[in-house]
């Protein structure tokens, strides 16, 4: 499957794009895009297997107005496997650090994208807080709050 045509597609569906890959492989050699594998238009023959770091960083430039990219990594992680179809692979979230609240206009989303920034900055608040002081703890509870 290519999940470079999925995470671009909310893009082409309103008739845009971005110009670089959507992800690539982080470490291998201690270098930031390095291989075996990448997330792009052009296929990489390389399958992603679990242990491997990806980035994930969709983006969109317009010319002269302005730019968003984010980027996060992820592990790639067993999902399940089933006799009939065979493995199934997903991916862990290793970044965690939230969203600046205060650029996120919740008017212009979906409610899956809504769902899908308050399910992150839960699981950034469930596997940081432990480790935090309280103060700190609250002042990340305050910025990963549900929009």
Request: charged residues 25%.
């Amino acid at each position: 499957m290519n999940l470079d045509a999925l995470a671009r597609m909310p893009l082409w569906q309103e008739g845009m794009t971005y110009w670089h890959g959507t992800g690539h492989g982080v470490g291998h050699f201690l270098g930031c895009h390095e291989g075996p594998h990448s997330i792009r238009t052009e296929q990489n023959p390389v399958q992603l297997q679990p242990g491997m770091v990806t980035s994930n960083e969709p983006g969109l430039y317009k010319a002269g107005r302005y730019g968003i990219r984010t980027e996060n990594l992820l592990l790639v992680v067993p999902a399940c496997e089933t006799e009939e179809f065979g493995r199934f692979l997903k991916f862990e979230t290793l970044t965690l650090c939230p969203y600046d609240l205060r650029l996120v206009d919740r008017t212009m989303l979906t409610p899956a994208e809504v769902e899908q920034i308050n399910a992150y900055h839960r699981e950034v608040r469930e596997r940081v807080s432990p480790l935090l002081e309280p103060a700190e703890a609250q002042w990340l509870a305050e910025r990963t709050r549900d929009i």
